[in-house]
C-alpha cells in the first residue's frame, strides 16, 4: 500500500508512504515527497478532464511503464517511439497503444526523455479493473518521476517510484486525498481495501 496525502485538498505538495500489511496493521516503510496535479485534489464524486486534480480515492496498481524494466511483477512496457496514452474517446482511450495519435492522447516516449516517464506506474483510476473508462473523466493518472506538478499525476524522484516498481505486487494499492478525507472517520474517510475497487466512498 502506497499512501499519497496532502495536509490540504487545493496543495500540491504530497507526503508518499510506503506501508506493509502485519498482524497488527500497515506498518510504515518509507517516506518521501511528491506533487499532484496544479489543481490540487479533485472532489471525491468524480475529478473531470482538464481539471488539473488528481482524484482521491484508492486505486490498484497493475501496469507500468518506463526505459528499463527495473525488476517489477507489475506488467511492464518498454517504451518506443511510437508508445501512446490514449486521450480520444475510442477504444484506446485511458489505455496503452502505439501508433502516429493524435492530440489529446500523450506521447509518452517524448516525456520519457523530458525525464518524467524515465520509470511511471499506472493508477487505476477511471479504467479497468477499477471501472470502465468514461470519457470526460480525468485520464493518464500515472505515480512517475521529475517531482512536479502535473496535470493530475503523482510524482516524485525516480528513486521512489524504483521502489514502489520493484516492491508492488499486482492489485496493490495507491491511496490519495487530503488527510481529513483519508485518516477521518472511517463512515466518512476515502476506504482501502474494503472499497469496491476504485471507489472514493462517503460511506
Given at each position: ?40 485534489f479533485g472532489p471525491l464524486e468524480a475529478t473531470e478532464v482538464n481539471s488539473l486534480q488528481t482524484p482521491p480515492g484508492s486505486y490498484t496498481m497493475t501496469e507500468s511503464f518506463g526505459r528499463k524494466d ?101 492489485g496493490d494499492r495507491i491511496v490519495m486525498g487530503a488527510e481529513q478525507d483519508v485518516f477521518s472517520d472511517p463512515d466518512t474517510a476515502i476506504r482501502t481495501e474494503t472499497d469496491a475497487p476504485g471507489e472514493?466512498?462517503?460511506?
Amino acid at each position: 500500500m502506497v499512501f499519497a496525502t496532502a495536509e490540504e485538498r487545493r496543495t500540491t505538495r504530497v507526503t508518499l508512504t510506503g506501508c506493509v500489511l502485519t498482524e497488527g496493521g500497515y506498518a510504515e516503510e518509507w517516506t518521501a515527497p511528491g506533487r499532484i496535479g496544479e489543481g490540487g485534489f479533485g472532489p471525491l464524486e468524480a475529478t473531470e478532464v482538464n481539471s488539473l486534480q488528481t482524484p482521491p480515492g484508492s486505486y490498484t496498481m497493475t501496469e507500468s511503464f518506463g526505459r528499463k524494466d527495473p525488476g517489477t511483477d507489475l506488467e511492464y512496457r518498454e517504451l518506443n517511439p511510437a508508445s501512446r496514452w490514449g486521450g480520444r474517446d475510442g477504444p484506446y482511450f485511458n489505455e496503452y497503444f502505439e501508433g502516429e495519435g493524435a492530440s489529446p492522447d500523450e506521447n509518452l516516449w517524448d516525456f520519457m526523455n523530458e525525464g518524467l516517464y524515465e520509470q511511471a506506474v499506472v493508477i487505476n483510476f477511471n479504467r479497468p479493473p477499477d471501472a470502465v473508462a468514461q470519457y470526460g473523466l480525468s485520464y493518464a493518472i500515472f505515480l512517475h518521476a521529475g517531482l512536479t506538478e502535473s496535470w493530475g499525476c503523482v510524482s516524485t524522484d525516480i528513486d521512489t517510484v524504483t521502489r514502489v516498481l520493484q516492491s508492488a505486487a499486482p492489485g496493490d494499492r495507491i491511496v490519495m486525498g487530503a488527510e481529513q478525507d483519508v485518516f477521518s472517520d472511517p463512515d466518512t474517510a476515502i476506504r482501502t481495501e474494503t472499497d469496491a475497487p476504485g471507489e472514493a466512498s462517503t460511506g
